[in-house]
């Protein structure tokens, strides 16, 4: 397996090569720049799976690096390496995104378990389906009806205070429902902090989520808040909730019941104001019969669920995301790949996508970056999808002719849908509210069959 790239970012030279033999000893593949300014240059010509980076340095400094890198790649993960008498900087920078931060001076050990860390959740939740526009970092694509009913969802719960458990598939885009919620909520100025539980050991879930005080255990040099308490205002949101270990389910239970809580090693109590938001990719309710999650746990977290259906059950999301993610990578590696082939479309339309969208968001990177012409052709398909579409397309010919009978009218139901919509919409000069009046139905209505439809209002 490849060695994970590390970037290291501090304006010291013997700083800079004491991590780089640090974390060369751990495996880790290590570039260093001096200053913000280099790290960024080198960040739009390589990829790392994390940053760690010093706060006080000359030119960009490390929260100003922090914030372009929020900007520019949310997911990767950001950690602050802090002198003693910044740790309140160093705090403010989780608050805006870093991943976690390290007081020098530091031991092996203590490097070690956090890049380890931040490793684990860039590989779990790579990129983290960030379809994603320079405008709007964690926009939600998607134009199918299931979609729809999930902004509309959304639109909602989010003024509301109100626990949420989103669940779906891996790569469905769950983080990306948690943080619209967050974003059209009156916290949306407020910390929205996250913790993926399944990136984390056991023995660490208590330090993690609560914090700890100086001299809880060996190696806690100074006290650390928790991720409840740096959300306080704001949003926590558990990811992957059903891997936290049934020991620590108690408190976690009893933290969100009371909005307090202790710091390990700790006996002040603590109180925030957080709103939860949970997401898993496991059948919650399954482990609750089966004893691994707490009954009283999973009915505190499902008061309000969300399911994310997989890619395979919207079938008329996968061009438009396509189409954003060529839009995406062309913008993010330099190229003018003009479009997708016809057949290619259709390869696409045919698999099954088991990776859901974070599969063809990758795809998608691939194949643009290999492109040699103006389009994405078959040949640069991956045989494996190539291969599974023609499977799926061999089990479709053996459906039963009636079921084969509703795709085919469906489909051409949907295309004088389409017909009458754009050429209403043309008569009324673009006019939205009119037409839907022709048409018999709301504008919301209207509005929506148009993104279904990839309609525009004509211009004039």
Not at 164 to 192: C, D, M, Y
Request: with cysteine.
């Amino acid at each position: 397996m490849k060695a994970a790239r590390i970037l290291v970012v501090d304006d010291e030279l013997n700083m800079r090569l004491v991590l780089k033999a640090m974390l060369k000893k751990e495996g880790y593949e290590v570039v260093t720049a001096a200053d913000g300014l280099e790290a960024l240059k080198i960040l739009r010509d390589e990829k790392f799976a994390v940053v760690a980076t010093d706060l006080k340095m000359p030119g960009l400094d490390g929260m100003g690096l922090l914030e372009r890198i929020m900007i520019d790649d949310p997911s990767l993960p950001v950690i602050i390496l802090t002198a003693y008498g910044t740790v309140a900087n160093a705090v403010d920078a989780l608050k805006k995104g870093a991943f976690d931060y390290l007081t020098k001076p530091f031991e092996q050990g203590e490097l070690k378990t956090v890049v380890l860390k931040a490793v684990k959740t860039r590989l779990i939740n790579d990129s983290d389906l960030s379809t994603a526009t320079d405008a709007d970092p964690h926009r939600i694509v998607g134009t199918s009806g299931r979609m729809a009913d999930i902004h509309e969802i959304v639109r909602k719960v989010s003024p509301t205070t109100t626990t949420v458990l989103i669940t779906g598939e891996t790569g469905t885009g769950k983080e990306l429902i948690a943080r619209a919620i967050h974003r059209n909520s009156a916290r949306s100025v407020q910390p929205f902090i996250k913790i993926n539980c399944a990136a984390i050991a056991e023995n660490l879930v208590e330090s993690e989520l609560f914090g700890y005080e100086k001299g809880a255990f060996t190696g806690a040099v100074t006290t650390k808040p928790g991720r409840f308490e740096l959300a306080h205002q704001g949003t926590l949101f558990l990811d992957e909730v059903g891997e936290i270990p049934r020991d620590m389910q108690v408190k976690l239970l009893q933290a969100i019941q009371d909005q307090s809580f202790e710091r390990v090693g700790g006996l002040k109590t603590i109180s925030v104001d957080v709103r939860l938001i949970a997401a898993t990719n496991k059948n919650l309710l399954q482990q609750v019969k089966e004893g691994k999650f707490r009954e009283d746990l999973f009915y505190r977290m499902n008061v309000f669920p969300i399911h994310v259906p997989p890619l395979r059950e919207r079938t008329e999301d996968i061009l438009p995301l396509a189409d954003f993610f060529l839009e995406k990578f062309n913008r993010k590696l330099g190229r003018a790949v003009a479009g997708i082939d016809a057949e290619v479309r259709d390869c696409f339309l045919a698999y099954h996508w088991p990776g859901n969208i974070r599969e063809l968001e990758h795809l998608l990177e691939r194949v643009v970056l290999m492109a040699e012409g103006p389009l994405i052709t078959m040949k640069l398909v991956p045989e494996e999808v190539v291969a599974a579409t023609g499977e799926n397309r061999r089990a479709s010919a053996d459906l039963p002719e009636e079921a084969a009978g509703r795709d085919v009218l469906k489909s051409h139901m949907e295309g004088m849908e389409r017909q009458i919509i754009a050429r209403c919409l043309e008569e009324c000069g673009g006019n939205v509210t009119r037409a839907a009046e022709r048409l018999g139905l709301s504008r919301k209505g209207l509005q929506l069959k148009m993104i279904k439809h990839n309609l525009r209002k004509p211009r004039g």
